[in-house]
C-alpha cells in the first residue's frame, strides 16, 4: 500500500509562489510516474502536472506551463509542485498521486493513477 500526504498549500495574493510538497510511504518510486491535479469548487478534477520518476520527463497542463514546475527529490521520496506566478483561477484542493509507469499512458488521465493523497487547498486572492 502507498501513503501519500500533501501539503504546503496555503491564502496567497495573486502573483504569489506557493510549493507543493508531496511524501510517498514507498521505498522507491522507480517505474512510477506522479502527478499532480486540482479540483476547483463545482468542477471536475483536472490534470496539472506529471513526473516519470524512472528519467525525470514532466508534463504540463497547458493552463499552467511556464508557470509551475513539477520535480522529485529521489533520496526523500518526495514530489513538488513549484508554482509562480499564481493566479485566483489556480485555486482548487491539488492532489498528488502516483501510479506504475506503463508504456503509452496518458500522465493526464486520472485512470493513470492507483494512489492519491489527501489534498491540499490553495487559495489565490485577486
Known amino acids: 500500500q502507498v501513503q501519500l500526504v500533501a501539503s504546503g498549500g496555503g491564502l496567497v495574493q495573486t502573483g504569489a509562489s506557493l510549493r507543493l510538497s508531496c511524501a510517498a510511504s514507498r521505498r522507491t518510486f522507480s517505474g512510477y510516474t506522479m502527478g499532480w491535479f486540482r479540483q476547483a469548487p463545482g468542477k471536475e478534477r483536472e490534470f496539472v502536472a506529471a513526473?516519470?520518476?524512472?528519467?525525470?520527463?514532466?508534463y504540463y497542463a497547458d493552463s499552467v506551463k511556464g508557470r509551475f514546475t513539477i520535480s522529485r527529490d529521489s533520496a526523500k521520496n518526495t514530489v513538488y509542485l513549484q508554482m509562480n506566478s499564481l493566479k485566483p483561477e489556480d485555486t482548487a484542493v491539488y492532489y498528488c498521486?502516483?501510479?506504475?509507469?506503463?508504456?503509452?499512458?496518458?500522465?493526464?488521465?486520472?485512470?493513470?493513477?492507483?494512489?492519491w493523497g489527501q489534498g491540499t487547498q490553495v487559495t489565490v486572492s485577486s
Open positions: 513526473i516519470r520518476w524512472s528519467g525525470g520527463s514532466r
Open positions: 498521486a502516483a501510479g506504475f509507469d506503463y508504456s503509452g499512458n496518458d500522465y493526464s488521465s486520472m485512470s493513470t493513477y492507483d494512489y
